[in-house]
């Protein structure tokens, strides 16, 4: 049975997407960060499309995400690690862990070792050993695929990039890895210098855009469309939604649209949202709530029944919902109805 909303999903942008970030990596290979189901469009179909363009590195947090994708042909990375409960799958599966913590590395070595990837911190402070650690041996005899780090601030003008940038770069040479790897998408757009061996985009594949720089080249993947329920007419100084947020201040027409903050379309959207209808734009109005959401259809040809189509532009929409760009994409609900088209 087809939902009453949808996810309209443009495979030939996501992977035109890529092709850029790719482009723009130099030298460098360009992976992809797949985690949280692929940014919430679901990891195995965004995984297909990828392999397909081209790509190779792929990366997931945890190790049933890694066990989703075990026969897709991808190349994983499993960003958290290994735990004690992990170490059965993590020998089973054909990917590799990112090793954390010095326990990890221990866990590792106890489990008799094998291809894994090492996360250092250069400032983030979040996950990593220290790059004293390299020094003191830590990862003496690992194999060791790709040393990684991420960049706390690559989405702004901030000497704190190169203060990691130098720090990741001082590691060259002083482990057994074969890559290093530390931009993400904002940090492709720093350039060359911190391109390394492997790049890691993640937001910037799905149409978001971290930096603006990345503008010409990211096309949006994702767009909501909703079925309208009921068309009503609003009397001039009548309410709308919970709370009456939002007064008519002459006749309305409003659509009462299946949508709501339990499907990811958030209540920061509520009286800021925007959707289509061909080329007519119909403003949210009143309080989305779990379910359902209110728009102005006063001057456009709507009816019950009709599908209406909602902002795709990500960084726009954020701006309207006082999200970021990474929660809008990766909160979109499993009651959608995901259609890819290519």
Known sequence: MNAPHRLKLDGAALAANWRALARMSGTAACGAAVKADGYGLGARAVVARLLAAGCRDFFVSSWNEAAALADSGARVSVLHGVRDEDVAVARALDARPVLNTRAQVRRWRDAGGGPCDVMVDTGMNRLGIAPDDVADGLLDGLVIDTL????????????????????????????????????????????????????????????????????????????????????????????????????????????????????????????????????????????????????????????????????????????????????LVTGLGQRFDRVWFD
């Open 148 to 327: 990684m780090s991420h960049l706390a601030r690559a989405e702004e003008d901030s000497a704190m990039n190169e203060h990691q940038r130098a720090r990741f770069a001082s590691l060259a040479g002083r482990t057994g890895a074969t890559r290093m790897s530390l931009a993400n998408s904002a940090g492709i757009a720093l350039g060359a210098d911190y391109h390394f061996d492997l790049t890691r985009p993640g937001l910037a594949l799905y149409g978001g855009l971290p930096v603006k720089t990345l503008g010409e080249a990211i096309r949006p993947v994702v767009q909501i469309e909703a079925e309208v329920l009921q068309r009503r007419t609003v009397a001039a100084g009548e309410s709308v939604g919970y709370n009456a947020t939002w007064v008519a201040p002459t006749e309305t027409d409003a659509a009462i649209v299946n949508l709501g903050y339990a499907d990811g379309y958030w209540r920061g959207f509520s009286d800021t949202g925007v959707a289509f209808a061909g080329r007519a734009v119909l403003p949210v109005i009143g309080r989305v709530s779990m379910d359902l959401l209110a728009l102005d259809v006063t001057d456009a040809d709507v009816a019950e029944g009709d599908w209406i189509a909602f902002d795709p532009d990500l960084p726009r929409a954020a701006c309207a919902s006082g999200m970021s760009q990474y929660e």
